[in-house]
């Protein structure tokens, strides 16, 4: 059996049950395309600032290429959600666009060295 569960934002979840094993799975997956297309349009729009200039933006991470991430330094979902604090979010997310490898998601040229605390979608 399957069915669709949700399917909002670019995110969608699919239930999926195997009577012959008795195991449910939700399976959810998302398509990154816009916020990695819009990522690059950033990076060329302005020097990351705001008019202020007291807030920088740095990166945009999709939540896909998060738990690919997760997966790729050995850290549990369960560990990222509810044991992490801002600190340890924040140096997570540092050193995802820190990394060569995920450079499509910075939005901006400049370092990422400042103070501010991240804000994080959901």
């Known amino acids: ?43 060329n729009h302005n020097d990351g600032f705001s008019p202020s200039r007291e807030l920088r933006r740095v990166a945009s991470i999709p939540l896909g290429i998060v738990y690919q991430c997760l997966a790729k330094y050995g850290v549990e979902p369960r560990t990222w959600m509810q044991a992490w604090g801002k600190r340890e979010r924040a140096a997570f997310y540092k050193r995802i666009y820190s990394d060569p490898d995920y450079s499509h998601v910075r939005t901006s040229e400049s370092s990422g060295h400042n103070k501010a605390m991240f804000a994080v979608k959901r």
Do not use: C, S
């Not at 995110?11 to 999926?16: A, E, G, I, L, Y």
């Not at 049950?17 to 916020?35: G, L, N, S, V």
């Open 1 to 43: 059996m399957r069915r669709l569960l949700d399917a909002d934002g670019g995110v969608v979840k699919v239930f999926h049950y195997d009577e012959a094993t008795d195991k449910t799975i939700i399976q959810t997956w998302h398509d990154p395309t816009a916020i990695l297309e819009n990522n690059k349009r950033l990076v």
